[in-house]
């Protein structure tokens, strides 16, 4: 195991790197780094110190107090136009000074969604080396700008947004919300997308003894700073970590990009970590959001049980529960050769030691290694019918092409300008044929930087691969034009995914069928900011499901699943959590009527709503509740189960209760005490087994 050798290694790694000249960011000269190598400063611990963005904010006030009594080296912060102390540390007016004064090598972003962006923006120019963003809602074309501005420079590693953070439980280092009690200091590292999946992959491996290392949050946004392969990148070359985990969901290419790294590195290395992972949302429906911001799967991508395969395939041992990483975990490491019972020991004699460093020398370039679904109905939707006024101006910019009201012939072309979520940045989508069976297979992205636009190169290859390059001259020049307006549109006009089916005439024409058109637009960007309202007003909510437009006016987010067989209520805290639960319910042989998630900022009244929203479905024979505290509270859960009970009228329906977490044993003893028909369960494999049995009854 490590001991001083390891430590004097890491410190003389981070000398070598403070003597290295790096590039300036925002550097238009070729760089010698990239963002890239900014994975390195990931590798938080004792010696990180740590600022605040909206230091002097209530949000940001009791997390640093919580944060300073873990242990975590802050040493100040920045809210703009105030100087003097808070919390007997250093307030700055600005980021230049606390650059300057403080000397930080991370920073806390806890800033409003709406001037979020331009703080990353503003720490990426004060060059601070880690930047951890924790608020939901931001933007998407905001994020976009701050990713295009990254890949100019080499200084700076953004964590986020919509993250619980990063935190290095042997260094006591913690910067962003995590539930504290759940960590303790060991050998796990852990990349999640999911906060409350995280929490209860934590909470296991700790109960197991195994504590972690370091653990990420990649976070749940459609783009992340951070991605999973920048997390194994770390975990491989870490000391402290003996083995990963990985936890997924629906959504993107993050483990697609994982399983591919992963399948190298169990090739190339004599004896690897054990990784073990699980993916949320294998039941999840196709088109649905699933809580997160970036929980859908677009056109060319993976949905959750194929992304599951791709994983094992690359041979990793996959996990259906969060609750089961710690047995698993010990098994792997033993089966791996690994001494487990010293790993545990040293696990406990870490308590009080401290060792990771922020700045370390990244490796040579030559050392690096190489790394069919319906359309996401994410934020507003607009019909077909509602399409033509919004598009026309930038439809006009491309002559020639006309909107044609028919449906696509068989012999089609797809084009699509969205996201492409590995590359961090917009793209263009290109298939060959229309056909939805053929589109997984046959898409293709081409990204682009999103403050340019597609260039000439970048057109011409799209065109090739939607075989239009033997199309008429006419054709090709409309449809480079068409690429152009479109990617104008998509950004101009915030959207997250601009597609349709495009054909050529009997005139040798480009005609763009308006049946086929999906326009979907940025709802943080009008929730957030107001922005866009023209578009937004737009918005039919008539034409949406009663609860779950019902549920959004009081912060839940509720799905309804539309099998005719189900009939289980959900109700859950955190998407990733809430898209396991329906999982897990089906490995046990129930069938959820829906999703439900009742968010991070869930009271005993939002709770007394999600179960007024279960309840209006005539399916549910039974209700489950299913609660990890990490930002929420177990006591007032079982408050609000309560509050149900007294002023919901309830049917006779049996509810069964799981509550782990923060305040978890004050949270069952109400729960225990009640006087009420509730059944109270700690583990989860009880629970789902016992709502299964009442569910069949």
């Known amino acids: 195991m490590a001991g001083s050798r390891t430590k004097q290694l890491w410190l003389a790694a981070s000398r070598s790197l403070n003597s290295r000249t790096r590039t300036r960011a925002f550097s238009s000269s070729p760089a010698r780094y990239s963002y890239e190598d900014t994975v390195q400063n990931l590798r938080i611990g004792k010696h990180t110190r740590v600022i605040y963005q909206g230091f002097t904010g209530r949000v940001a006030t009791t997390n640093a107090k919580d944060s300073l009594a873990y242990g975590t080296n802050i040493v100040g912060g920045v809210t703009p136009g105030k100087e003097g102390e808070h919390l007997g540390l250093p307030l700055l007016p600005n980021l230049r000074k606390a650059k300057e004064q403080l000397k930080p090598d991370a920073t806390a972003v806890f800033v409003a969604a709406p001037q979020c962006g331009k703080a990353i923006e503003e720490a990426i120019e004060a060059e601070i080396p880690l930047i951890v963003s924790v608020a939901e809602h931001i933007p998407l074309h905001d994020i976009m700008r701050v990713a295009s501005i990254l890949k100019t420079q080499s200084k700076s590693r953004l964590v986020g947004a919509n993250a619980p953070g990063i935190i290095a439980p042997i260094g006591y280092c913690r910067i962003g919300f995590q539930p504290l009690p759940t960590f303790a200091p060991g050998h796990i590292g852990i990349v999640a997308k999911s906060g409350t999946l995280s929490y209860e992959t934590v909470a296991s491996i700790t109960r197991s003894g195994l504590g972690q290392s370091l653990c990420i949050g990649m976070g749940g946004d459609i783009i992340a700073g951070t991605n999973m392969v920048d997390a194994l990148k770390v975990f491989e070359q870490d000391p402290e970590t003996e083995g990963i985990v990985v936890v997924g969901e629906v959504g993107g290419r993050a483990e697609e990009d994982a399983a591919e790294w992963i399948r190298d590195y169990l090739k190339r290395t004599p004896n690897p970590k054990p990784i073990a992972a699980l993916v949320g949302g294998i039941h999840a429906p196709t088109g649905r959001i699933m809580g997160h911001a970036g929980a859908w799967a677009a056109s060319g991508e993976m949905l959750a049980k194929e992304k599951y395969k791709v994983l094992q395939d690359a041979g990793v041992t996959m996990v259906d529960h969060p609750e089961n990483f710690g047995g698993v975990l010990k098994t792997l490491l033993s089966q791996s050769g690994r001494n487990v019972n010293k790993i545990m020991s040293n696990a406990q004699s870490q308590q009080k030691r401290g060792y990771h460093t922020l700045r370390r020398r990244p490796p040579p ?294 509550i782990r977490g923060t305040n978890e044993e004050e949270g069952q003893r109400i729960i225990a005490e009640s006087g009420l028909s509730l059944e109270a369960f700690d583990g989860f494999g009880e629970a789902a087994g016992r709502v299964v049995e009442l569910a069949n009854r």
């Not at 359309?375 to 006009?396: A, C, H, M, N, V």
């Not at 480009?510 to 918005?539: N, V, W």
């Not at 129930?590 to 709770?607: C, Q």
Request: glycine share 8%; proline share 5%.
């Open 365 to 658: 370039s030559s050392q690096r290694t190489a790394t069919t679904v319906r359309q996401q109905k994410r934020g507003l939707l607009l019909g077909t019918d509602q399409i033509q006024e919004p598009l026309k101006p930038f439809l006009s910019q491309a002559e020639g092409v006309t909107l044609s009201p028919d449906e696509a012939p068989a012999d089609s072309h797809y084009l699509a300008i969205t996201v492409d979520r590995s590359e961090r940045s917009p793209c263009i989508a290109a298939s060959p044929t229309a056909n939805p069976s053929q589109l997984g297979q046959r898409v293709k992205r081409f990204p682009y930087d999103w403050r340019e636009g597609p260039n000439d190169t970048t057109i011409k290859q799209a065109l090739e691969h939607m075989q239009l390059d033997a199309a008429p001259p006419a054709a090709m020049a409309q449809a480079s034009a068409l690429i152009r307006a479109l990617s104008r549109m998509y950004k101009e006009k915030e959207a997250v995914t601009i597609s349709g089916s495009v054909s050529i005439d009997t005139n040798g024409g480009l005609q763009l069928h308006q049946p086929s058109m999906t326009l979907q637009f940025d709802d943080a960007a009008y929730k957030s900011t107001q922005r866009q309202s023209d578009l937004h007003g737009l918005r039919r909510r008539a034409n949406e499901v009663p609860e779950e437009v019902e549920a959004e006016t009081h912060g839940i987010v509720f799905v309804k699943l539309e099998d005719p067989e189900a009939n289980i209520g959900t109700l859950v805290n955190g998407a990733g959590l809430a898209m396991n639960t329906v999982d897990a319910l089906r490995l046990q042989g129930g069938k959820a009527t829906n999703f439900l998630d009742t968010g991070g900022k869930a009271t005993s009244e939002t709770v007394k709503k999600s179960f007024e929203l279960i309840l209006r479905d005539p399916r549910v024979k039974v209700i489950f509740v299913n609660i990890f505290g990490g930002l929420t509270d177990g006591a007032m859960i079982a408050e609000g189960v309560l509050l149900a009970f007294k002023e919901v009228d309830m049917k006779d329906i049996p509810v069964v209760v799981r």
